[in-house]
């Protein structure tokens, strides 16, 4: 991985990881195309850099991170429901993660779906808190965004709506949930698929020697890319984040629907007509 492709790669991830467009998605037709997907270096960087994704929910809303016990107890009830299905269907999530089709069929399909979430929450609820209930019907929600293509943050903000949640104040939780969801899920791909570390033997049991073997391994150009892919995806997520609340509350979904629509026909055409985009 070149630095011009680190560069590429944390631009789409701080542009797309809070926006309804589905940042994997993205940073897996990406990859493909510049022909890295294969790297296992891209795989943990794509994983590693959304921990410059979640430093800036941090920074913006840091204030907000000092309320009650009960926000935290409503995170924790919400990402729940995530991290228990990606921990059982683990191996099936990686498979779809390797196919561009699924990429593809799961944007256009969402892309129809947000064409009318407008209109099924037309008149916009008041409501700017979920409750405990509502919050882990959200964390339910979001899990649907394990399939490569869905985008959390438009899984997660629909569950949201549906609870009669305000637009806002749906998409600001979608930020919270994403911090325990995605640093969970980060440090998880990051130790066991780049590291090949195993979590109950080598973690909790502290196996010294193997931890220190497995970091060994990460030379000095990997450290140096991967802190810069987090700076750069921090920076950018911080003006996405900033924009999509202000655009969404004025005009709302359908121009990310068409959007997830034209980028989803424009791949399937491409793998139609023999283009290999495929990772694998």
């Known amino acids: 991985m070149t630095w011009w492709h680190a560069f590429i790669l944390a631009v789409i991830e701080g542009l797309t990881e809070f926006l309804p467009v589905s940042s994997t998605g993205h940073m897996i037709i990406a990859s493909s195309l510049m022909g890295i997907g294969k790297l296992e270096f891209t795989k943990m960087f794509t994983v590693n850099i959304q921990f410059g994704a979640i430093l800036s929910v941090l920074v913006l809303y840091r204030k907000r991170f000092f309320q009650s016990i009960n926000f935290y107890h409503k995170l924790l009830v919400a990402c729940l429901p995530a991290l228990l299905i990606g921990f059982l269907l683990n191996n099936l999530i990686d498979q779809l993660l390797e196919s561009v089709l699924v990429v593809a069929i799961s944007l256009v399909i969402g892309g129809i779906i947000l064409l009318f979430v407008d209109d099924w929450f037309k008149n916009d609820p008041t409501h700017t808190t979920p409750s405990t209930k509502q919050a882990f019907i959200i964390g339910l929600a979001q899990c649907v965004a394990m399939i490569p293509g869905v985008s959390r943050s438009a899984a997660s903000i629909i569950g949201g709506l549906a ?118």
């Open 163 to 280: 609870q009669g949640i305000s637009r806002k104040a749906s998409a600001e939780f979608s930020f919270f949930l994403a911090i325990p969801t995605m640093l969970a899920a980060a440090s998880y791909k990051f130790i066991t698929d780049f590291l090949h570390l195993d979590v109950k033997d080598d973690l909790l049991m502290f196996n010294g020697p193997k931890i220190a073997a497995a970091f060994n391994q990460l030379t000095a150009r990997d450290v140096q890319v991967l802190l810069f892919g987090n700076l750069v995806a921090f920076v950018v997520a911080m003006l996405a984040i900033k924009f999509f609340i202000g655009f969404l509350t004025k005009y709302g979904f359908k121009i990310f629907g068409y959007y997830r629509i034209v980028v989803g026909v424009l791949i399937l055409v491409l793998l139609a007509l023999g283009v290999n985009l495929e990772i694998v």
